[in-house]
């Protein structure tokens, strides 16, 4: 079984700044992907950022520039620094992990339960 634990959300000001975390632990032989959802209600949920394996990074265009993705491969967790935060950024935030729990076996998609992120003056 893999759980995922995010943390960091909450309420600031236009123009503050979060730092989500995820942390990722249970049964994984290797984490390929780790990656940052977000959703509004009636809305799909959109990638945010994403961070493969190697360090490759990935944005959404509405976040380039004031988000950065990063992970602690050796205790997998990743983390998103939110700067310049925007009241467009108010969303549900989800960690989306991409694990292979055995050698072998396929990969997996996992997704944390979600945490709030509200930017309100």
């Known amino acids: 079984q893999v759980q995922l634990v995010e943390s960091g959300g909450g309420l600031v000001q236009p123009g503050e700044s979060l730092r989500l975390s995820c942390a990722v632990s249970g049964s994984i032989f290797s984490v390929i992907s780790m990656g940052w959802y977000r959703q509004n209600p009636g809305k799909e949920r959109e990638l945010a950022a994403g961070?493969?394996?190697?360090?490759?990074?990935n944005y959404a265009d509405s976040v380039k520039g004031r988000f950065t993705i990063s992970r602690d491969n050796a205790e997998n967790i990743v983390y998103l620094q939110m700067n310049s935060l925007k009241p467009e950024d108010t969303a549900v935030y989800y960690c989306?992990?991409?694990?292979?729990?055995?050698?072998?076996?396929?990969?997996?998609?996992?997704w944390g339960k979600g945490i709030l992120v509200t930017i309100s003056s």
């Open positions: 961070i493969s394996s190697s360090g490759s990074t």
């Open positions: 989306n992990v991409l694990v292979r729990v055995r050698r072998y076996a396929s990969a997996g998609t996992y």
